[in-house]
C-alpha cells in the first residue's frame, strides 16, 4: 500500500505516470535550457488546453546539484532534473520518497517552458509492447520504466502519436 502511495506522489508532484526505482538522469547527464531567473508557473486545467487564470506560484529558480530547485515556497517542480531528447524537448526527472517520476518539457526561446507527463493508460498499447513497458500490476495506471532508451521510446512515440493534440498541463514564464 505504501508504494501505491508513492507512486501517487510522484505522479501528482511531476504529474507523470511512468516512474523508476533508480535514476535515468544522472547530475552529469542534465541538461539546463532554462536561466536562473525569477519565473511564474500557470497550470493548465484538465482539457489541457486552458490555462489556469492566474499563476499558482512566482519564484526564483536556480541550480543546485544537476537540479532546479527554488528556496521560494511551494515550487512544484523543486528538484527536477532535465535531459534532451529531441530539439528543444525534455525528459523531466523528479524524485519523490522511493521512485522516480518522469514527464515531458518543451522549452521555446525568451524562458517560456510547457511541461506535460503522459499517464501510461493514455499510450497506446502497441508503444507500450514495442518498448517491453507494462503496466503496474496493481496500481493501474502507472508504468515502471528502468532503462533510459525504452522512457526515450515510449515517450517520442507518444508524442508522435499524439501530434498536435499533445495537451499542456502546465507553463513556466521568465518574468524577469
Not at 508504494?3 to 506522489?9: G, N, R
Not at 507523470?16 to 533508480?22: A, K
Not at 489556469?52 to 527536477?80: C, K, L, M, N
Not at 528502468?146 to 495537451?167: C, H, K, N, Q, T
Amino acid at each position: 500500500m505504501r508504494t501505491a502511495f508513492v507512486i501517487f506522489m510522484a505522479a501528482a508532484l511531476l504529474g507523470g505516470c511512468f516512474y523508476s526505482e533508480d535514476a535515468l538522469i544522472s547530475r552529469g547527464q542534465a541538461d539546463f535550457p532554462l536561466e536562473t531567473g525569477t519565473y511564474s508557473h500557470t497550470p493548465y486545467l484538465a482539457d489541457g488546453v486552458t490555462p489556469f487564470d492566474r499563476p499558482a506560484w512566482t519564484g526564483q529558480i536556480d541550480r543546485s546539484w544537476g537540479r532546479y530547485v527554488s528556496r521560494d515556497e511551494g515550487f512544484p517542480h523543486d528538484g527536477a532534473r532535465l535531459r534532451q531528447i529531441a530539439d528543444g524537448l525534455y525528459i523531466a526527472q523528479r524524485r519523490d520518497e522511493e521512485n522516480w517520476s518522469y514527464g515531458l518539457i518543451r522549452v521555446f526561446p525568451g524562458g517560456v517552458a510547457t511541461y506535460h507527463a503522459p499517464e501510461c493508460r493514455n499510450v497506446e498499447a502497441a508503444i507500450l509492447e514495442r518498448y517491453d513497458v507494462t503496466e503496474h500490476e496493481t496500481e493501474r495506471g502507472y508504468c515502471r520504466v528502468d532503462d533510459w532508451d525504452r522512457l526515450v521510446g515510449v515517450m517520442l512515440s507518444y508524442i508522435d502519436a499524439m501530434g498536435e493534440d499533445l495537451p499542456i498541463d502546465g507553463v513556466y514564464r521568465r518574468i524577469d
